[in-house]
Each structure stands twice: as C-alpha cells, then as structure tokens.
C-alpha cells in the first residue's frame, strides 16, 4: 500500500496530487489483517495483534505510512471483530457500515495532554471510549523482557500499576485443575479502570503475544473484569457494541443491549503455566487493582447456571431481534394514528367552537346605529323605533296610540277659546 494516505475514518485515497476529485478507496478489512473470510475470531485477532505491533506509532516515529497503515489494520479490525459489523460488510460492504459509524480504538500514551482531558471527559460523561494497548507493553511481552509474579490457584494479590503499563502474572495448572476449569477476575474498589489481559506463548520465541482482553466494567461498587476458562464456550460484554448507534436513537439501546454479548476466543486452558497481566488504563492516575485465579471445581453449581443464564441471553437477543421489527412497525402504526387523533381533536374542537359562536349571536344583545341625518333607525335586540329631529321644538311619534290621543286631548285643554267664554259673560 505504498504511497497511500488515510482518509477521514479509515478510508485511504491516493498520494498523487491532481486537479480532479477522487473517491475514497477503502481496502479490503481481510485483505488488510491478511486473512481470510472464514477465518476464526481467534485467527483475525492474532492478525491484528502482528500488524498493530508492526506499525504503531510508537515504533515507527520516523515514518508516518506506518502511522496510517496501523490506522487501517485497527479499522479493518474493528469490522472483522463485531460479528454484527462483520456480517454486514459480508452482505453489504462499506456501504452498511456507514450510516453506522465505527469506534476506533485510541492510544492514550499516544494522544498528548490536550487530546486525553478530553478523552477523559467524554468517558466521565458516559460516552465509551475503546483503548488499545500501548505498544511498549506489547513489545516487551513478545519479547520476554517482562517480570512475571506468580499468581498461585486460590490466591490473591493487590497492588497498583501505573498508567499505561502492565503488570505480569503467572498461573500454575496441574491437570486436575486444567479438567475443572479455572477463572481469574480482578477487581478495583478505588473503581479504576483497567483491563485484564491473557497471553499465550509466542512460538516464534520466548516472548507472549496477547489473546484475550476484558476491559474493566462497573459492577455495584466496583470495577471488575474476569476471564472464564470452563470447557464450554463462555461469552464477554462488550459494552461499546453499537454505542453510536443507541445515541442516535434511545429506544436502540434495549434492543441493541444484548448484541455486546461477544464469544471469548478462548474456553480452556491445559495444564502448565498461563500468563495474565493487569494493565492500568486510567486517564492520568494509577490504577488500583486486586487479582486472584479460582479452580471453578468447588463452583459446580454456579458453572452450570453461568452456562444456562447466557444461554437463555443468546435465545433472548434472537428473540429481541424480530421484537424490534414488530416493535418498529407498531410504533409507525402508533405514531400515525396519534398525529391522525390530534387533528381530528383540533377538528371537533373547531367545528364545535363555531357552532357555540352562531347560536351566541341570538341572544348577545347589541346596539347598532344605522344611517344618519335626521332620519335615524335604532337597533336594540329584535326590536327598533325611528328617531326624528325637529330642530329646537323635537317631538316624537311613539308607536303607542293611546299617548297620542291624551296628548291631543291636553292640547285641546290647553287652547280653550277663552276670548268666547268671556263675550258670554259681557253679554
């Protein structure tokens, strides 16, 4: 992949300066880790392990294709290690991938002071952010150079590491113990976060290369993590499974909630000695920690129910997965048919206010004047009387008869012929 820089999230285009626009050309995620497309978790992991190794950063200063070669080994291997992601790149490609975003894991030895407050601030706020391993730890594993503290079965050990490094350890299985299964867990009551590691012996020489990782996760009071190595196929959390999804949408958190639920590559161990390690991942401080390794022999009955609750989760996420169809088309349903009800009441509600407003109109008394001059008409109700100005000496016609006749009637009390009365009485 020479001359070639990455682009944006993972996506590589061509170094060659030119004046036309070129489309991101994103390789292959097998052709990338080397492998190919029925290969097992376990052999897609160890690729991505060599190639992460090969190009970090960390060792490869002086040459920045490295930097953007490891940046798509750890895009590659974020498709190929989600069987969800990995399924839809099978079906679909690239294309299914991106309307969901992917988290890339990030190097905290590599980021800067800036660049890590922030990281810390983001995952004090709930957002999930994936770490890798620094290269150092990675480096002087495969190279033997680490210190390896015995851890025997039944015992515990406490301490604390620094950040961004490792502490080593080594557990001892006879046979006996390598039949019943063993588990190592660690906790932290100081809540820190760590990750506890598994490494096998490298063939190629007497150093460890990394096989299993279980980031620490809160559990009640404290943080932990553990490994299970039972005989029969045990599976790990993975919280930060399609956690940009459940963002953008808060009902996919239920649904999406199970899907975390991932196979661990490993579920047994043989006899003879195993190395741990705890790796301090807080941000800036310490991580405080305490590990012990368990014969699962005197824990027959809680095997048995690990075994059978997650095989009751693995029914439940496929049940959960034609839930969410079901549940998608009957909230359409339901949100079409509430936004059809709300209308239908702003209807009703309408139709029914205007109907109180007509029949309002017949009993609201008003008085409304009509024309002007002289002549004026009077509205008061059902009723009305015409007003007439007469200038100085107004008078007015009421509509009731028996006033107009006893008007009359003074009138002609009041122009009595007194010029008569009085001849008679001369005469």
Same mark, same amino acid.
């Given at each position: 992949?020479?001359?070639?820089?990455?682009?944006?999230?993972?996506?590589?285009?061509?170094s060659t300066?030119?004046?036309?626009?070129?489309?991101?050309i994103?390789?292959?995620?097998?052709?990338? %880790?080397?492998?190919s497309?029925?290969?097992?978790?376990?052999?897609?992991?160890?690729?991505?392990?060599?190639?992460?190794?090969?190009?970090h950063?960390? +060792?490869?200063?002086?040459?920045p294709?490295?930097?953007?070669?490891?940046?798509? &080994?750890?895009?590659?291997?974020?498709?190929?290690?989600?069987?969800? +992601?990995?399924?839809?790149?099978?079906?679909?490609?690239?294309?299914?991938?991106?309307?969901?975003?992917l988290?890339m894991?990030?190097?905290?030895?590599?980021?800067g002071?800036?660049?890590?407050?922030f990281?810390?601030?983001?995952?004090? %706020?709930?957002?999930?952010?994936?770490?890798?391993?620094?290269?150092?730890?990675?480096e002087?594993?495969?190279?033997?150079?680490?210190?390896?503290?015995?851890?025997?079965?039944?015992?515990?050990?406490?301490?604390?590491?620094?950040?961004?490094?490792?502490?080593?350890?080594? &557990?001892?299985?006879?046979?006996?113990?390598?039949?019943?299964?063993?588990? &190592?867990?660690v906790?932290? !009551?100081?809540?820190?976060?760590?990750k %506890?590691?598994?490494?096998?012996?490298?063939?190629?020489?007497?150093?460890?290369?990394?096989?299993?990782?279980?980031?620490?996760?809160?559990?009640?009071?404290?943080?932990?993590?553990?490994?299970?190595?039972?005989?029969?196929?045990?599976?790990?959390?993975?919280?930060?499974v399609?956690? %940009?999804?459940?963002?953008?949408?808060?009902?996919?958190?239920?649904?999406?909630?199970l899907e975390?639920l991932?196979?661990?590559?490993?579920?047994e161990?043989?006899?003879?000695v195993?190395?741990?390690a705890?790796?301090?991942?807080?941000?800036?401080?310490?991580a405080?920690?305490t590990?012990?390794?368990?014969? !699962?022999?005197?824990?027959?009955?809680?095997?048995?129910?690990?075994?059978?609750?997650?095989?009751?989760?693995?029914?439940?996420?496929?049940?959960?997965r034609?839930?969410?169809?079901?549940?998608?088309?009957?909230?359409?349903?339901?949100q079409?048919?509430?936004?059809?009800?709300?209308?239908? +009441?702003?209807? &009703?509600?309408?139709?029914?206010?205007?109907?109180?407003?007509?029949?309002?109109s017949?009993?609201?008394?008003?008085?409304?004047?009509?024309?002007?001059?002289?002549?004026?008409?009077?509205?008061?109700?059902?009723?009305s009387?015409?007003?007439?100005s007469?200038?100085?000496?107004?008078?007015?016609?009421?509509?009731n008869e028996?006033?107009?006749?006893?008007?009359?009637?003074?009138? +002609?009390?009041?122009?009595?012929?007194?010029?008569?009365?009085s001849?008679?009485?001369?005469?």
């Open positions: 992949m020479a001359g070639a820089k990455l682009d944006g999230g993972g996506t590589t285009s061509s300066t030119t004046t036309n626009p070129k489309i991101p994103r390789r292959d995620p097998y052709e990338v %880790l080397n492998v497309r029925d290969s097992s978790d376990q052999e897609i992991k160890s690729a991505y392990r060599k190639l992460a190794l090969k190009y950063p960390d +060792k490869n200063a002086s040459n294709e490295a930097s953007e070669l490891f940046k798509e &080994v750890a895009y590659s291997y974020s498709i190929l290690s989600d069987p969800e +992601k990995r399924r839809q790149y099978d079906n679909s490609g690239f294309e299914a991938l991106d309307a969901e975003g988290d894991e990030i190097d905290l030895s590599n980021l002071t800036v660049n890590t407050m990281a810390a601030l983001f995952s004090k %706020l709930g957002v999930p952010i994936k770490t890798t391993i620094s290269a150092n730890v990675l002087e594993a495969l190279n033997g150079t680490v210190t390896v503290r015995p851890l025997p079965i039944g015992s515990s050990v406490s301490g604390k590491v620094e950040k961004q490094c490792a502490h080593f350890f080594g &557990v001892s299985i006879n046979e006996e113990q390598a039949r019943s299964g063993i588990v &190592v867990r906790t932290s !009551a100081a809540q820190s976060k760590f %506890l590691l598994y490494f096998e012996q490298d063939n190629g020489g007497g150093g460890y290369s990394l096989a299993l990782q279980e980031d620490s996760d809160k559990t009640g009071k404290v943080t932990s993590a553990g490994m299970y190595f039972l005989h029969f196929q045990v599976y790990r959390m993975d919280s930060t399609n956690a %940009l999804a459940m963002a953008k949408d808060p009902e996919a958190a239920f649904f999406k909630r975390g991932q196979p661990c590559e490993v579920s161990l043989k006899s003879g195993h190395i741990f705890v790796y301090g991942d807080n941000f800036f401080k310490t405080s920690y590990i012990e390794a368990v014969c !699962a022999a005197t824990y027959e009955d809680t095997t048995h129910k690990l075994k059978d609750i997650e095989q009751q989760i693995l029914r439940k996420r496929t049940e959960l034609l839930f969410e169809t079901e549940y998608r088309q009957a909230l359409a349903r339901f079409e048919v509430t936004s059809r009800y709300t209308q239908e +009441k702003q209807n &009703v509600d309408e139709l029914l206010k205007q109907r109180d407003s007509i029949q309002s017949f009993t609201v008394a008003r008085s409304v004047v009509v024309g002007s001059g002289s002549n004026s008409q009077v509205s008061n109700g059902g009723g009387y015409t007003k007439v007469g200038g100085e000496g107004e008078s007015s016609n009421s509509p028996e006033g107009t006749s006893d008007s009359k009637s003074k009138k +002609k009390w009041f122009n009595l012929n007194l010029k008569g009365s001849d008679k009485k001369a005469t």
